[in-house]
T-cell receptor
Framework: AQKITQTQPGMFVQEKEAVTLDCTYD???????LFWYKQPSSGEMIFLIY??????QNATEGRYSLNFQKARKSANLVISASQLGDSAMYFC??????????????FGDGTTLTVKP | KAGVTQTPRYLIKTRGQQVTLSCSPI?????VSWYQQTPGQGLQFLFE???????NKGNFPGRFSGRQFSNSRSEMNVSTLELGDSALYLC????????????FGEGSRLTVL
């Protein structure tokens, strides 16, 4: 069964500094996708970044990058130059198999990030 | 382009009642999935609908049901409400093909008294 582990319930970072949010996963399916979502206090989940299991390079989207270490089954999110608006809950998620399973994602418990001015 | 719209945003029910939540996906998205979010259990997958058919189902009792209409709009229903059903119910839509990221609505917050 697929499983996502986020071991950091809460993290603090100083504004303008970089922060890494940890995520490890477990799956026996060779084809999978890894996602990071942001959930501000308003409640709406926002997609940040995607990494496919066969992607050779780490994904990047603006200030977000995904440090994908396949052998270690980790997919850490790196946020560079943190901003106050980055304060939110961050979820790592995975879906197995081809895209037909896209709607069925398994989520981690989340990490609450607080950016200090 | 309009995002995912969920209604109602907030509702209060009492035990034993039933509730229906609605979700309108992004135009062109044919997959709609539902998640329950609680402080204790986190985000849990309820079910997914694609072209009016349930494609995936999570481990929830039969009191939780859903459907999808020909215009891709979806509804979920919870019958015989229990206190433990109090949660934020999130609807998400996704495109067929591509990377499969989910686009979420703002959620419907259900309180069961």
């Amino acid at each position: 069964a697929q499983k996502i582990t986020q071991t950091q319930p809460g993290m603090f970072v100083q504004e303008k500094e970089a922060v890494t949010l940890d995520c490890t996963y477990d799956t026996s399916d060779p084809s999978y996708g890894l996602f990071w979502y942001k959930q501000p206090s308003s409640g709406e989940m926002i997609f940040l970044i995607y990494q496919g299991s066969y992607d050779q390079q780490n994904a990047t989207e603006g200030r977000y990058s995904l440090n994908f270490q396949k052998a270690r089954k980790s997919a850490n999110l790196v946020i560079s130059a943190s901003q106050l608006g980055d304060s939110a809950m961050y979820f790592c998620a995975m879906r197995e198999g081809v895209n037909t399973n896209a709607g069925k994602s398994t989520f981690g418990d989340g990490t609450t990030l607080t950016v200090k001015p | 382009k309009a995002g995912v719209t969920q209604t109602p945003r907030y509702l209060i029910k009492t035990r034993g009642q039933q509730v229906t939540l609605s979700c309108s996906p992004i135009s062109g998205h044919r997959s709609v999935s539902w998640y329950q979010q609680t402080p204790g259990q986190g985000l849990q997958f309820l079910f997914e609908y694609f072209s009016e058919t349930q494609r995936n189902k999570g481990n929830f009792p039969g009191r939780f049901s859903g459907r999808q209409f020909s215009n891709s709009r979806s509804e979920m229903n919870v019958s015989t409400l229990e206190l433990g059903d109090s949660a934020l119910y999130l609807c998400a839509s996704s495109l067929t093909g591509g990377t499969g990221e989910l686009f979420f609505g703002e959620g419907s917050r259900l309180t069961v008294l």
